[in-house]
C-alpha cells in the first residue's frame, strides 16, 4: 500500500527542517517546499499512481521526434526554425491538451514530461504544478539523453553527466518521477542484463533523490526473438528487484509481451508501484487491443494518445478526438 512510501522520503533536502532563525533561511525555504507539504503531495500521488483506474500520457518526445511529432499535429517545419521556436511550438501543443476539460486526473493519472515542459509554465504556473494542482495529474520527468550505438542486440542510454543537477531542478519544480528509455533488439542475454543493470543503476540515483524512477527497457516490436527477450528480460528485471531494500519502490514502463501475463511476477513483486505499457509503434487501435489483453498493465502511450489532434482542428474537434482517445486508452487500461 501507500504507507510504505514514509521511509524513503527521508532522501528529501531538509533544509526546511532546520532550526536557524526565520531570517537566515529565507533564502532556503523560498526554493525549498516545507518538507510536510512535500511528503503530504507525495503521498497522494504514489497513491493515484499505484492504485487508481487510468493511464500515463506520455508527453515527452524530444530532439529528434519532435519535428516529426509536430507534422503529424499538423504544423510542418517550415513554421519554425531552430529549437527555440520548435519547442515553443511543442509547449503550445502541449499546452492546448493538458488545458482541455478532457484532459484531467480522472482518465489520465499521469503525464510524462520533458525538460523543456517542465521548464515552462502553463496559465501562468510552472508546468508540473499545473498538472497537479489544477489537473490532478501526477507529473514525472523524461530524464535519459538518448541512445548510445546498438552492440550486443540492445542500445544503452547514453551517459547523463548532468543528471544529479537534473534531478534537483525536477525535485524544486514538483515532480514526482522519472522516466529512462533503453531499447532492446534482440535475444543477446549480455545485452538485455547490461540493459536492466544500467537502468536499475540510474533508477537508484532517482530514489536516492526522493523521486520514483520509471524504469522503460523498450523491446523492440519488430524484434525478430520478441518472446525470447520478454523472457530474458522478465528474469533480468526480477534480480534487479531482489536487490532493492523495502522502501526502493519502482514503475516500469514496458512493450506488451507476447503472452499477455508474462510480466505478472514482476507486476505483483512488492517493489513494483505499477507496471505501464509503451505503445512502441503501434496504431492506438491496436495498441489498446493488445493492453486489454494484458492484465494488470495499464497504458503509458504518445503517438497513440496524440493520433488525430491537429493545430488545424477547432476547439471542438480538438476536445471530441481527445475525449474519444482518452477513453480509448482508459477502458484498455481497465482490464
Same mark, same amino acid.
Given at each position: 500500500?501507500?504507507?510504505?512510501? !514514509?521511509?524513503?522520503?527521508?532522501?528529501?533536502?531538509?533544509?526546511?527542517?532546520?532550526?536557524?532563525?526565520?531570517?537566515?533561511?529565507?533564502?532556503?525555504?523560498?526554493?525549498?517546499?516545507?518538507?510536510?507539504?512535500? #511528503?503530504?503531495?507525495?503521498?497522494?500521488?504514489?497513491?493515484?499512481?499505484?492504485?487508481?483506474?487510468?493511464?500515463?500520457?506520455?508527453?515527452?518526445?524530444?530532439?529528434?521526434?519532435?519535428?516529426?511529432?509536430?507534422?503529424?499535429?499538423?504544423?510542418?517545419?517550415?513554421?519554425?526554425?531552430?529549437? #527555440?521556436?520548435?519547442?515553443?511550438?511543442?509547449?503550445?501543443?502541449?499546452?492546448?491538451?493538458?488545458?482541455?476539460?478532457?484532459?484531467?486526473?480522472?482518465?489520465?493519472? !499521469?503525464?510524462?514530461?520533458?525538460?523543456?515542459?517542465?521548464?515552462?509554465?502553463?496559465?501562468?504556473?510552472?508546468?508540473?504544478?499545473?498538472?497537479?494542482?489544477?489537473?490532478?495529474?501526477?507529473?514525472?520527468?523524461?530524464?535519459?539523453?538518448?541512445?548510445?550505438?546498438?552492440?550486443?542486440?540492445?542500445?544503452?542510454?547514453?551517459?547523463?553527466?548532468?543528471?544529479?543537477?537534473?534531478?534537483?531542478?525536477?525535485?524544486?519544480? !514538483?515532480?514526482?518521477?522519472?522516466?529512462?528509455?533503453?531499447?532492446?533488439?534482440?535475444?543477446?542475454?549480455?545485452?538485455?542484463?547490461?540493459?536492466?543493470?544500467?537502468?536499475?543503476?540510474?533508477?537508484?540515483?532517482?530514489?536516492?533523490?526522493?523521486?520514483?524512477?520509471?524504469?522503460?527497457?523498450?523491446?523492440?516490436?519488430?524484434?525478430?526473438?520478441?518472446?525470447?527477450?520478454?523472457?530474458?528480460?522478465?528474469?533480468?528485471?526480477?534480480? !534487479?528487484?531482489?536487490?532493492?531494500?523495502?522502501?526502493?519502490?519502482?514503475?516500469?514502463?514496458?512493450?506488451?509481451?507476447?503472452?499477455?501475463?508474462?510480466?505478472?511476477?514482476?507486476?505483483?513483486?512488492?517493489?513494483?508501484?505499477?507496471?505501464?505499457?509503451?505503445?512502441?509503434?503501434?496504431?492506438?487501435?491496436?495498441?489498446?487491443?493488445?493492453?486489454?489483453?494484458?492484465?494488470?498493465?495499464?497504458?503509458?502511450?504518445?503517438?497513440?494518445?496524440?493520433?488525430?489532434?491537429?493545430?488545424?482542428?477547432?476547439?471542438?474537434?480538438?476536445?471530441?478526438?481527445?475525449?474519444?482517445?482518452?477513453?480509448?486508452?482508459?477502458?484498455?487500461?481497465?482490464?
Amino acid at each position: 500500500g501507500s504507507s510504505h512510501f !514514509g521511509s524513503s522520503l527521508c532522501a528529501l533536502p531538509t533544509c526546511a527542517k532546520t532550526h536557524a532563525s526565520p531570517c537566515s533561511s529565507a533564502v532556503s525555504t523560498a526554493v525549498e517546499q516545507p518538507q510536510t507539504a512535500m #511528503e503530504g503531495r507525495m503521498e497522494a500521488q504514489l497513491s493515484q499512481v499505484e492504485f487508481q483506474d487510468g493511464f500515463l500520457a506520455a508527453l515527452d518526445q524530444s530532439g529528434g521526434s519532435t519535428p516529426e511529432a509536430l507534422k503529424l499535429y499538423g504544423i510542418d517545419e517550415s513554421e519554425y526554425s531552430g529549437d #527555440e521556436q520548435m519547442y515553443d511550438k511543442v509547449h503550445e501543443m502541449r499546452t492546448r491538451i493538458i488545458t482541455n476539460p478532457k484532459f484531467n486526473g480522472q482518465r489520465t493519472i !499521469g503525464a510524462i514530461l520533458f525538460e523543456a515542459t517542465m521548464d515552462r509554465q502553463i496559465c501562468g504556473k510552472p508546468s508540473a504544478q499545473y498538472l497537479w494542482e489544477d489537473k490532478k495529474v501526477v507529473p514525472f520527468l523524461k530524464i535519459d539523453k538518448g541512445l548510445q550505438e546498438e552492440k550486443d542486440g540492445v542500445q544503452l542510454m547514453k551517459e547523463m553527466p548532468a543528471l544529479d543537477a537534473l534531478l534537483d531542478k525536477a525535485v524544486a519544480a !514538483g515532480i514526482f518521477g522519472t522516466k529512462e528509455r533503453s531499447v532492446i533488439k534482440r535475444a543477446s542475454v549480455a545485452g538485455i542484463q547490461a540493459v536492466v543493470q544500467q537502468q536499475f543503476e540510474v533508477g537508484r540515483q532517482v530514489l536516492a533523490k526522493g523521486l520514483v524512477p520509471m524504469l522503460e527497457p523498450e523491446i523492440d516490436i519488430k524484434a525478430p526473438d520478441k518472446e525470447e527477450c520478454e523472457e530474458l528480460l522478465l528474469a533480468a528485471l526480477l534480480q !534487479g528487484l531482489a536487490k532493492l531494500s523495502a522502501e526502493q519502490l519502482v514503475v516500469f514502463k514496458l512493450t506488451i509481451p507476447s503472452k499477455p501475463d508474462l510480466y505478472a511476477p514482476v507486476i505483483k513483486h512488492p517493489n513494483t508501484i505499477r507496471v505501464v505499457a509503451l505503445s512502441g509503434g503501434y496504431s492506438s487501435d491496436e495498441a489498446c487491443r493488445l493492453l486489454a489483453a494484458s492484465p494488470g498493465m495499464i497504458g503509458s502511450f504518445s503517438r497513440a494518445f496524440a493520433e488525430g489532434l491537429s493545430a488545424q482542428q477547432t476547439d471542438e474537434e480538438f476536445t471530441e478526438t481527445l475525449d474519444r482517445s482518452t477513453e480509448m486508452i482508459y477502458q484498455a487500461s481497465s482490464t
